[in-house]
Structure formats: structure tokens, C-alpha cells
């Protein structure tokens, strides 16, 4: 997918995000794309004289020059694309610049490069990094390492052994996090535990499988789990 084909995105949410390394401003900038057809086509009748093809166009935006000046500074921008389901896409090292178009300005963002999805899930994953262990029906337990979690689905490292972890195996995944449940300033204990199904595998190079599985039915303790580290935790 490159960046163009967010013009083909429906019900999405687009974030630009904004890294100034004069300023050392950092900031987040939700951003449109433009809606006057009219002024559109104009603006790819210049683009493509200027022989640019991976771009799209927004509407103009309100943003503090003294803070963040795409004209004059080296900004680092990433444009990230939300869609409806939740499904997230990000672009690194996108460069945002404006574009004069018979007197009237208009922003264009720019980059070359593809882009896989942010998130193949269809909800956002969010980071455990903790150790566990996976119960396979058909084998015995094993260590794992939980690597990340999302109301659908769980991701899991392991070591290469003979366990049957083909697509559409059951297991059992269960791992122990400490931490401050409540907000109320002081750390618990709980033990999880969540039934799923390997949906996908990829072998690394150092010989470790990462593993996603689909989760079945959630407990409520599981949900609440999810909602917790939702909020307490950045997307992986």
C-alpha cells in the first residue's frame, strides 16, 4: 500500500505526527484530506508535471510556525492511518510541505515508500514482553515468551521444538504480571489464562518462532486485562 491509496480509505482517521529537531517539539496533528475536488485535481496536474507520484493532499491545518516549521527545518513526520475497524497503518519519514496552487495554499504529504499494515489485527495490539507458558491439547507445556495481546488475539515466542503449534491447534496460554491494577499506588499480583487458536508462524532467524493465535471466549478477568493494559500501554 502506498501512501496514495489512503484516498481510497473510507470511515479512517488520519494523525499526522511531528518530530522538530531544531525545536525538539514533538506533537500530534489530526489532519483531513482535502475534500474540494476542484482544487484536487489542480493539485495533481502540478504534481505530476513535478514527476511526484506517491502523495496525497490535505486540508489545511492549523499548526504554531515558531514551533513547527515544515518549510525551514529537517521535521520528522509519520502520517498514521486508522481505519474504522481498527486496523492501523503507519508511514515513516513522510515529508509534509506546502503546495500554491493559484494563489491558494494547501498541504501535501509525500513518501515513497510502501507500507505493510501497522496492525494486521483488526484491533490494536498492545506490549506484555513477559514470560509464560503455552499448554498445546495435543502435547505437553512448554515456556513461552507472551510477547503481545489485542481483544482478539495474543502473540507468543517460543523455543523450536516438536510441539504441534501448526495453524488451527489449541492451546492454553497462562503467564503472571505484577503491577498496579487499580492505580491505587501499590502492585498485585494476577495469573492469566486465555484459550486460543495459531492463526500464523514465522520462524526468526536466531531459530525462535513467533506465533498468533486468535483468541476463543475471554473471561471477564480477561477483558478486564485487555482494558488495563489498553490504557497503560503504548500500540506495539
Known sequence: MYIEDV??????????SCHDPATKALYDYDVNLMTDKTLRAKVNIFMNQKNIRHYIIIDDFEYDRKIIDFEFHSVECSLILTLKSGKIYRWE?????????????????TSSKSVMPYDR????????EIEGEVKWTVSKSEKCVVKDISQEGIGILIENTDAPHHKGQPATVTWTETADF?????DSTRTMSVNANVIRRQTLTDGKIIIGMEIGKKSPETKEYIDWISLNKGLV
Open 93 to 109: 519519514d513522510v515529508a509534509v510541505s506546502s503546495v500554491n496552487i493559484g494563489g491558494t495554499t494547501v498541504m501535501s504529504i
Open 7 to 16: 484516498n481510497k480509505a473510507t470511515d479512517c482517521a488520519l494523525k499526522l
Open 121 to 128: 489485527r483488526n484491533y490494536p495490539r498492545f506490549p506484555v
Open 182 to 186: 487499580d492505580n491505587s499506588g501499590k
